[in-house]
């Protein structure tokens, strides 16, 4: 009887540490990020709103001088978020579709890529304003 009740004590220790990793990862997901790209880019910023699994984005840049919008949704999944994007205010030779975005928290980093849905790929990453 007593191996069963450190069983348990155990099995929810371990449960609560889980769920409370996996809160505090999506904590840091949450706010005002800027884009890591080259100097054709300028005032590149992106929001990320968390609720409870879903995630809320906007992204604004400018790419040589001409401004770029998009917003979407997704989803959350510990230290990851998948969202796709509809283009708002497109840069012509990018195109006006959209795409998705798979983007993974590291330290103040998100970090991974997109692919457009005509079918373009290319790494993403954003810095924690």
Known sequence: MKKLSYLITATLLILCACENQSKNSTKGIGGIW????????????????IEGDSVFVTHYLEYKGRSF???????VKGDSIIYHVDVIR???????????????????SLKGFYITDSGYKGSLEFSKK
């Open 34 to 49: 800027s884009d890591v790209n080259s100097s054709d880019f300028n005032n590149c910023f992106a929001t990320f709103s």
């Open 69 to 75: 919008f998009e917003k979407g949704s997704g989803i």
């Open 90 to 108: 497109p840069i012509p030779e990018w195109g006006s579709g959209g795409g998705t975005h798979y983007l993974k928290l590291k330290k103040k």
